[in-house]
């Protein structure tokens, strides 16, 4: 299993990017993603989570109205919509995968993780 995260970059405050995560090497529609992100000096944390129709989402309260989860089964890829974006969420955020038709919000619950991108939000 491969997961490949793209569409970090550059963007002041304010700003909008949305991230892709494409998964190859199984069947993508019977897993439930992630995406989690790192800042310098913290530890890993939880942002979104979608199940497998992506029927149900799960959002952290800090980006609640703010970051919108979803996903393309026939592409195998899920995206992560960022607006309003705060300094704060700068970070390198990750994607990840479990096999499975539930979702959660604990980063040990995933099997599979992507490489990571990073996002900077200028002030």
């Known amino acids: 299993v491969q997961l490949q995260a793209s569409g970090g970059g550059l963007v002041q405050a304010g700003g909008s990017l949305r991230l892709s995560c494409a998964l190859s090497g199984r069947t993508f529609s019977g897993a439930a993603m992630a995406w989690f992100r790192q800042a310098p000096g913290k530890e890993r944390e939880f942002v979104a989570a979608?199940?497998?129709?992506?029927?149900?989402?799960y959002y952290a309260d800090s980006v609640k109205g703010r970051f919108t989860i979803s996903r393309d089964n026939a592409k195998n890829t899920v995206y992560l919509r960022m607006i309003s974006l705060k300094p704060e969420d700068t970070a390198v955020y990750y994607c990840?995968?479990?096999?499975?038709?539930?979702?959660?919000?604990?980063?040990?619950?995933?099997?599979?993780w992507g490489q990571g991108t990073l996002v900077t939000v200028s002030s």
């Open positions: 990840a995968a479990r096999p499975s038709y539930s979702i959660t919000d604990s980063k040990g619950e995933y099997d599979y």
């Open positions: 979608i199940n497998w129709s992506g029927g149900s989402t």
